[in-house]
């Protein structure tokens, strides 16, 4: 190791070690007795890089010896401090020396999360303690456990004789919806009820904007002076869904995706522009009937895989039958009750070679005009005539306009 290497190391080592350190002796007024702060942090972390020059044996005796003295602390403050993080942050200061001899940029941004970790000890514990709460938790494990474990375990080829039923795509999907449900509902929480129905309806249309139409409805029939927040809340609550039909197209597509960019981006901002028009006069809100103290339903998003799987099946019997034709049909006629399991059935039939893009193209456009229609009757029937009106007419434009583009603009 040449001078300049072990100098920038031994800089990027003092600099983690008084970084660390001064976060610690900050929260000092927490502790009655600070075992380490910004000196000691400092030394520790000095010493694992010349111990680490030194050689690895002695890298490991040093080593030792900060895990002899974080023991020993703790054993003289476990009374009045029980926690072990003063001790594991001693620790980490040594390693994070060493390793800044090798890899001083690793080792800054490592030092840099860990100072944020020690500095956010309130607010995380608030979070852990009192915002989130035990059925939020066991969504957050089920999500997890659904990513990351169920999902590596299926096969990504496929188990039926047409190609089309690849059970790992399908799973992708379920583990989408459940994704952007946890993080539709996090930011709900975090915002509350102060930003009202056009910031819940967004937020509730990545679970189901069928529901959400349906739930607003209700309540503007309930409450007239909330029409024109509950359109504009109906109406981005079909902007989040237009963004997951979306995803779903470029999870299973990632060409038809490309193909039908500016369709999608038009009618996003169609709905964009027309929910706009609801927000200039909303009352003081207060949250939806759509919110629900679930993040996510796996009923739901498994039902959503049953029911992609089944539109793929059929998609691709008419096809056999009837040609390209026959697919987009069958694929039109599940939009109406769902609109994301007919996209990952037009995206499975353009990955297989059994949709061409300029039919695709088309072909979600139609599924679009199909999902609107359904949301049109649905929102007549909750809301009203003047609420469904308001809907319908938002829905519409964004149809013809994502027609008008698809037509103006080739893929």
Same mark, same amino acid.
């Given at each position: *190791?040449?001078?300049?290497?072990?100098?920038?190391?031994?800089?990027?080592?003092?600099?983690?070690?008084?970084?660390?350190?001064?976060?610690?002796?900050? #929260? #000092?007024?927490?502790?009655?007795?600070?075992?380490?702060?910004?000196?000691?942090?400092?030394?520790?972390?000095? *010493?694992?890089?010349?111990?680490?020059?030194?050689?690895?044996?002695?890298?490991? !005796?040093?080593?030792?010896?900060?895990?002899?003295?974080?023991?020993?602390?703790?054993?003289?403050?476990?009374?009045?401090?029980?926690?072990?993080?003063?001790?594991?942050?001693?620790? !980490?200061?040594?390693? $994070?020396?060493?390793?800044?001899?090798?890899?001083?940029?690793?080792?800054?941004?490592?030092?840099?999360?860990?100072?944020?970790?020690?500095?956010?000890?309130?607010?995380?514990?608030?979070?852990?303690?009192?915002?989130?709460?035990?059925?939020?938790?066991?969504?957050?494990?089920?999500?997890?456990?659904?990513?990351?474990?169920?999902?590596?375990?299926?096969?990504?080829?496929?188990?039926?004789?047409?190609?089309?039923?690849?059970?790992?795509?399908?799973?992708?999907?379920?583990?989408?919806? *459940?994704?952007?449900?946890?993080?539709?509902?996090?930011?709900?929480?975090?915002?509350?009820?102060?930003?009202?129905?056009?910031?819940?309806?967004?937020?509730?249309?990545?679970?189901?904007?069928?529901?959400?139409?349906?739930?607003?409805?209700?309540?503007?029939?309930?409450?007239?002076?909330?029409?024109?927040?509950?359109?504009?809340?109906?109406?981005?609550?079909?902007?989040?869904?237009?963004?997951?039909?979306?995803?779903?197209?470029?999870?299973?597509?990632?060409? $038809?995706?490309?193909?039908?960019?500016?369709?999608?981006?038009?009618?996003?901002?169609?709905?964009?522009?027309?929910?706009?028009?609801?927000?200039?006069?909303?009352?003081?809100?207060?949250?939806?009937?759509?919110?629900?103290?679930?993040?996510? #339903? !796996?009923?739901?998003?498994?039902?959503?895989?049953?029911?992609?799987?089944?539109?793929?099946?059929?998609?691709?019997?008419?096809?056999?039958?009837?040609?390209?034709?026959?697919?987009?049909?069958?694929?039109?006629?599940?939009?109406?009750?769902?609109?994301?399991?007919?996209?990952?059935?037009?995206?499975?039939?353009?990955?297989?070679?059994?949709?061409?893009?300029?039919?695709?193209?088309?072909?979600?456009?139609?599924?679009?005009?199909?999902?609107?229609?359904?949301?049109?009757? !649905?929102?007549?029937?909750?809301?009203?005539?003047?609420?469904?009106?308001?809907?319908?007419?938002?829905?519409?434009? *964004? /149809?013809?306009?994502?027609?008008? /583009?698809?037509?103006?603009?080739?893929?």
């Amino acid at each position: *190791m040449d001078w300049n290497q072990a100098t920038h190391g031994l800089l990027a080592a003092l600099g983690i070690g008084l970084l660390i350190g001064a976060v610690r002796e900050r #929260q #000092q007024g927490l502790v009655a007795i600070m075992p380490a702060g910004v000196r000691t942090h400092a030394l520790l972390a000095l *010493m694992g890089s010349v111990a680490l020059l030194l050689g690895p044996a002695v890298f490991l !005796l040093a080593l030792l010896a900060a895990t002899v003295l974080a023991w020993s602390s703790y054993r003289a403050m476990a009374h009045d401090d029980p926690g072990l993080t003063g001790e594991i942050a001693m620790l !980490l200061s040594v390693l $994070l020396g060493g390793l800044a001899l090798r890899q001083q940029a690793l080792a800054a941004a490592l030092g840099v999360v860990v100072a944020i970790l020690l500095w956010a000890k309130a607010p995380l514990a608030r979070l852990s303690r009192e915002v989130i709460s035990d059925q939020e938790m066991r969504d957050a494990l089920l999500l997890a456990a659904c990513a990351l474990v169920v999902l590596p375990l299926l096969p990504a080829t496929a188990i039926d004789p047409w190609g089309v039923l690849v059970p790992a795509k399908l799973w992708q999907i379920v583990v989408l919806v *459940m994704g952007v449900g946890m993080l539709g509902h996090v930011a709900l929480r975090m915002v509350g009820a102060r930003w009202g129905l056009p910031m819940a309806g967004f937020f509730s249309g990545f679970a189901s904007s069928t529901a959400a139409v349906a739930g607003f409805g209700r309540g503007c029939r309930a409450e007239p002076a909330l029409l024109a927040p509950s359109v504009a809340a109906a109406l981005l609550a079909n902007l989040a869904s237009l963004l997951l039909f979306a995803a779903v197209i470029g999870t299973s597509a990632p060409a $038809l995706l490309r193909a039908g960019a500016w369709p999608l981006l038009a009618a996003a901002l169609v709905l964009l522009g027309s929910s706009a028009l609801g927000l200039r006069q909303t009352p003081e809100p207060t949250l939806p009937q759509t919110s629900t103290p679930r993040a996510f #339903q !796996l009923r739901q998003a498994v039902l959503i895989a049953l029911v992609i799987a089944a539109v793929l099946l059929l998609s691709e019997g008419l096809r056999q039958v009837f040609g390209q034709g026959g697919a987009l049909v069958g694929a039109t006629i599940a939009a109406l009750g769902e609109s994301h399991a007919a996209a990952a059935s037009i995206a499975g039939l353009v990955t297989t070679g059994g949709l061409g893009l300029v039919q695709a193209r088309w072909g979600v456009v139609a599924l679009l005009a199909a999902a609107s229609l359904a949301k049109s009757v !649905l929102a007549f029937a909750s809301g009203g005539l003047r609420y469904g009106g308001m809907v319908s007419a938002g829905l519409a434009l *964004m /149809v013809v306009v994502a027609a008008l /583009v698809t037509w103006a603009v080739p893929g």
